[in-house]
């Protein structure tokens, strides 16, 4: 039977509950999006440095960011490319970390949040246009609910 496989790789490590966790928030993106099996996805917890080095290679903008989505054309070197294979998304730990004190909820919470937002992209979600925003920022409240978040969704005035 067909399944998901989501692939946590850590560079900045976080507790085993933590990254299950992150592994359930893909999961349930995916089934509440109706996105069938099989589907492969790349989740990379790391530092504010890659993330930085990141940004400016593919968008050109050389400061740190807390998420990046990477389709599988855009695959980070050394990642396969094949027809089950959704992507990459690459969080900063210490970004969430900061974002998770800031808003005063758990770093699970943010790294759901982070998670569940890369995932979106991934199939396709976008938030440059108001109304584009609108549905993104609706589903992803919807799947943390769903996850039972203690947040749901970036700050009002996130750039996201």
Avoid: C
């Amino acid at each position: 039977m067909a399944s998901y496989k989501i692939h946590v790789q850590q560079k900045e490590k976080v507790l085993h509950s933590i990254a299950a966790a992150l592994r359930t928030a893909v999961t349930v993106t995916l089934r509440h999006e109706k996105k069938k099996p099989p589907v492969e996805i790349t989740l990379l917890l790391t530092d504010d440095d890659q993330l930085q080095s990141l940004n400016k290679t593919y968008r050109g903008i050389d400061v740190p960011t807390d998420v990046l989505s990477f389709e599988p054309g855009d695959a980070m070197p050394g990642m396969e490319e094949d027809e089950a294979y959704l992507g990459d998304i690459v969080i900063s730990v210490p970004a969430a970390e900061r974002q998770a004190k800031q808003g005063d909820h758990s770093l699970k919470s943010e790294l759901q949040l982070l998670t569940v937002h890369g995932t979106l992209h991934l199939l396709g979600y976008d938030h440059e246009e108001p109304e584009e925003k609108d549905r993104m920022w609706w589903t992803q409240a919807s799947i943390l609910a769903q996850l039972g978040a203690e947040i749901s969704g970036p700050p009002e005035d996130a750039e996201g």
